[in-house]
């Protein structure tokens, strides 16, 4: 034997099951407590405070020349020869000066070819710039680690808010 009418009898049982309070958004929206947030403004006291660096890595380009070899170089000469060296070049020096006293443009040294073994390059550099601090400090017996922007120094201006816990509680952050 089949009952036509039991889905719709048992769906009206249990609708008229559920609490009226549980089922009007209204009602509840009213029920809801704000809590409002108490806040105030204190001191810590910093303890230690590292920088966090970022590193740049930066590459130019320069010009490298082997020195020249011991063949080409110039022989050393030693005791008198060396002093008539000194004078004869500082008399040339003296005679230049007096020669050039005509001249009315003096053209740069020309180029000269005695730097062999040259070629470019790439040298890499690193920089490293602080990007924030990693701050410890105490607040009423308890250490605290923040990452900050800047150094703080010996105290650090903290806010201290405290609001009661209430489960499914709006808090409200004070005017």
């Known amino acids: ?3 036509p009418f039991l889905p719709p009898l048992i769906c009206l049982l249990g609708w008229h099951a559920v609490p009226a309070w549980a089922a009007d958004p209204e009602t509840d929206a009213r ?7 108490n806040v105030k403004l204190d001191y810590a006291q910093v303890l230690n405070v590292e920088p966090v660096y970022q590193t740049l890595r930066a590459s130019r380009t320069e010009e490298q020349c082997d020195p020249p070899a011991a063949s080409e170089a110039p022989e050393a000469a030693s005791g008198d020869a060396a002093q008539e060296g000194r004078i004869s ?3 040339d020096s ?5 020669s ?5 443009v003096v053209p740069p040294p020309a180029p000269t070819s005695t730097r062999r073994n040259c070629r470019i390059v790439e040298v890499g550099r690193e920089f490293r710039r602080p990007i924030a601090y990693d701050v410890d400090y105490v607040y009423k017996g308890t250490k ?3 990452r900050l922007p800047e150094d703080p120094g010996n105290r650090l201006r903290i806010r201290v808010s405290v609001t009661p816990y ?6 409200q952050p004070p005017r």
């Open 94 to 98: 003296v005679k230049d000066i007096f």
């Open 31 to 37: 029920n809801r407590v704000v809590v409002v947030e």
């Open 166 to 171: 209430i489960p499914d509680a709006v808090v």
């Open 100 to 104: 050039r006293r005509h001249d009315t």
């Open 1 to 3: 034997m089949r009952f």
């Open 89 to 91: 070049k500082m008399m």
């Open 144 to 146: 605290y680690r923040s």
